[in-house]
């Protein structure tokens, strides 16, 4: 069964730390696994997008690595601002599909 | 600026009521997408759309119905059938699935469905 499922569920971190959000998943064919950042109320926002031959890929504070291997991702962000508070959903891509299976999220809030 | 809209932002529902869910593109995307969230789970697909009057229903189309008359239009009707529908709805657009290749999908900022 295609899955994909992310620890910790939630997170409290303080300003200006930084956090790592993990992502393990068992979808096969792979394709593709993006880091959204979905704020309150608010639609998701891609951060990134890896294919198979990636192993990291950053955007400003954030940084996405994956082991194709283990089939693990991680999304690490560095010096953590008030605005980071968010949930950070991880989403695989199969091959030849329409099919985009998201994981259930990290909440992340930052405290001043 | 392109992106995606929908309408209305918070919405109630009566018992036996359908209602009807906006969603427009100006991305010029071929592929549209309608998601269910729920509080601790993972977004639920409910339909998509390859390309205008076609759609294919999702793993959770039970309930619901969609139109794709225009490619910058993909409203979803939730109908009384649905005896659940106190949800979270997102659609989503993107250049169409097999050439997605490194291209995301685009979100709108969602419609809050309640039951009155």
């Known amino acids: 069964k295609n899955q994909v499922e992310q620890s910790p569920q939630s997170l409290i971190i303080l300003e200006g730390k930084n956090c790592t959000l993990q992502?393990?998943?068992?979808?096969?064919?792979?394709?593709?696994l993006r880091w959204y950042k979905q704020d309150t109320g608010r639609g998701p926002v891609s951060l990134t997008i890896?294919?198979?031959?990636?192993n990291t890929k950053s955007n400003g504070r954030y940084t996405a690595t994956l082991d194709a291997d283990t089939k693990q991702s991680s999304l690490h962000i560095t010096a953590s601002q008030l605005s980071d508070s968010a949930s950070y959903i991880c989403?695989?891509?199969?091959?030849?599909?329409?099919?985009?299976?998201f994981g259930t999220g990290t909440r992340l809030k930052v405290l001043a | 600026d392109g992106g995606i809209t929908q309408s209305p932002k918070y919405l109630f529902r009566k018992e036996g009521q359908n209602v009807t869910l906006s969603c427009e593109q100006n991305?010029?995307?071929?592929?549209m997408y309608w998601y269910r969230q729920d509080p601790g789970q993972g977004l639920r697909l409910i339909y998509y759309?390859?390309?205008?009057?076609?759609?294919q229903k999702g793993d959770i189309a039970e309930g619901y119905s969609v139109s794709r008359e225009k490619k910058e239009s993909f409203p979803l009707t939730v109908t009384s059938a649905q005896k659940n529908p106190t949800a979270f709805y997102l659609c989503?657009?993107?250049?169409?699935?097999?050439?997605?290749?490194?291209?995301?999908?685009?979100f709108g900022d969602g419609t809050r469905l309640s039951i009155l």
């Open positions: 989503a657009s993107s250049i169409i699935h097999n050439r997605v290749g490194n291209q995301p999908q685009h």
């Open positions: 992502c393990n998943y068992t979808v096969s064919p792979f394709s593709n």
């Open positions: 890896m294919t198979f031959s990636e």
């Open positions: 989403v695989v891509s199969s091959s030849g599909t329409y099919k985009y299976i």
């Open positions: 991305l010029n995307h071929d592929a």
């Open positions: 759309s390859q390309i205008v009057n076609d759609f």
